[in-house]
């Protein structure tokens, strides 16, 4: 049985080392690509995402003084100013506007600029703000310093503005790569019939994932045709909003190109069907030996929403991955009821019970694989059954199959009502139950796995299973042997003190497998 995906992404960051502030001739860029912007980082600062804002510290990481930028989703910069003046009256009671809206020309960005003022801790903060529109999006550059401590930034704020570049703005050859790279498949698979594009393309992994520096997966690309026998780009995406949520789209390459280093996408359409290949001027596959690259030239008339809502123009480099999949089935409540790991020769049929208790338990029952037998192109007939204590269970069930249909499966169950003991809650029951298709990504070695990258894998399966990506992670190893995650954000606020907020705490082994310390579940990194 094919496997499924369902998945991980966020914004660039890149870190530069902390020291006192300098200007390079050259600025070193950082790239966002969600964003559509790179930024000229000056040299001697420490750039940083948080959150929603990307900061650059002129002095101490994490403190005033500092530029920051972010996006929002607005036509009008006057309507932002309006609103956003507002916004701060209820952060400071003390604001005041120290300079009035005024339009202003910042290398070749036509600006506004709004300055305000007010009290952190008994010292006043200068905070100027420069907003300029691009593509329909509102970017907000800002600085605060506090002149008292010598907090300061000097013309770091405008020469930031006047430096950084929007991507779309980028002649075309910027984004192309060399040409003449090894590919996956050196030659396409022998035709018989009609292969799909996924068996011609004959990848040795299951996806490939494009991880932003600050560790959240963007964008994967799904290789195991359960969605699809063409390649499908599972996209993050949150419209303005805190949580994220996945969007897919299916791309159709040039078979032409099957075997080759480089391939061109020549249709692209969404599930529902709606084709979107003219959002962009181009979109290619750059294959290697061990990565790929996702090559995107966006037409930036068709961007709407932001870069929250959008792919856009930019080289994503990709790195392999395996999947574990999973279909989930909740009930009219939403409570996980079922789930089935297809993953090996069997299938496990994850079953929550109670027994009249309030606390549910799990129970595991296994279909076998061996002597199932497929009924047609895409059900599954289940004969033997076998209980987590190994038992023989197939004659509860008067017929029991498993039907693939657009990327999920529908469990069909004929119960042979003899067989019923202790209640609904106790036993599978006659009935039909579709399962929503969820995937864990996992890496391509199998462990043991360092402190850092259990965090970061941490990281990518809290953000999965909840839509919010973790600003901070850290992992400590115990005496014992064991690992001990944390996963946080530094909350600051200006009314109370800065305290951290907690999402997560697990202690796993060096394989990733232990405990939610919080729950006191049981926990899989890589399940």
Known sequence: MKKTLSVICLIIVLSVLLSTVCFAAEPEYDTLADWDLKVAVPEG??????????????QKAGYIPYVMISTYNYESGDKFISDFTAYMQKQYKDLKVTAEAE???IGNKNCTEIDYSYSVSAYEVKDRRIITVHNGTVYMFASKEIEKRGETIGDMLDRVVAECVFLSEEPEDLIELPEEQPGLAEEPAEETGEPSVLELLNAPVDAYIYTQDDGMLKYWIDLTGTISDDVVLHCWFRSG????????????????DIGKSVIEVSRITDLEGNDITDSFKKLKVRTYDDHITLVVKRDKKTLAGGGDDNILTGNYRMEPALVSAKYEYRNDSGMLKYWLDTDGDDIKLHAMFRSGDPEYYEEVFTFDGKTAEKDGDYTLKINNVYSGYGEDVSGWFKSLTLTEAQGAVIMSVKRDENTLAGGAEDNILTGTY???????LRPVNKGPYKPEELAEWARIKFFCETGFFTPLAEAEKNADGTITIHLYEIVEASDIPAHTATYAWYTVDEYGNGVNDITGDAVSLFP
Do not use: Q
Not at 241 to 256: G, R, T
Not at 434 to 440: A, H, L
């Open 103 to 105: 339009e202003k020309l």
């Open 45 to 58: 600062t420490t750039a940083v995402l948080k959150g929603n804002c990307y900061y650059i510290y002129a």
């Open 434 to 440: 579709m399962f929503e298709p969820r995937s864990c």
């Open 241 to 256: 909003d805190p949580i994220w949520h996945e969007k897919l789209y299916i791309l159709k390459p040039d078979m032409d």
